[in-house]
């Protein structure tokens, strides 16, 4: 089969009956009122030693915290967790 110039290095196109299922978050009981800290801190665009910094604790703590963030609330980055703490109200 030819292939034409526009279809060249494109995956085919997902049919329209096919779901993509997004992430399931945590509810905001699920987090310890610390992550809920360090959560509220990504919300509002602070960086890891900025949040340290407020909470009174070491940066590589928030890194822990985060990494148990973004496990809970089934994301893979600082701005889908953003974007999650917008959504619980965080």
């Known amino acids: 089969m ?5 279809d060249i290095g ?7 009956t096919e779901k993509v299922a ?9 987090l ?5 800290r360090v959560l509220r801190g990504v919300h509002s665009g602070l ?3 900025q949040i340290a910094f407020d909470l009174g604790i070491a940066e590589a703590t928030v890194k822990v915290h ?8 089934n ?10 703490a917008q959504t619980l109200a965080i």
Do not use: Y
Request: aromatic share 0%; hydrophobic share 45%; no cysteine.
């Open 32 to 36: 310890t009122p610390t992550q809920i």
């Open 22 to 30: 997004a992430p399931a978050p945590a509810t905001h009981a699920a």
């Open 2 to 6: 030819e292939r034409t110039g526009h």
């Open 66 to 73: 985060m990494t148990a963030l973004m496990r809970k609330l």
């Open 47 to 49: 960086l890891n030693k």
């Open 75 to 84: 994301v893979r980055n600082r701005t889908q967790a953003a974007i999650v």
């Open 10 to 16: 494109h995956p085919p196109a997902a049919k329209a």
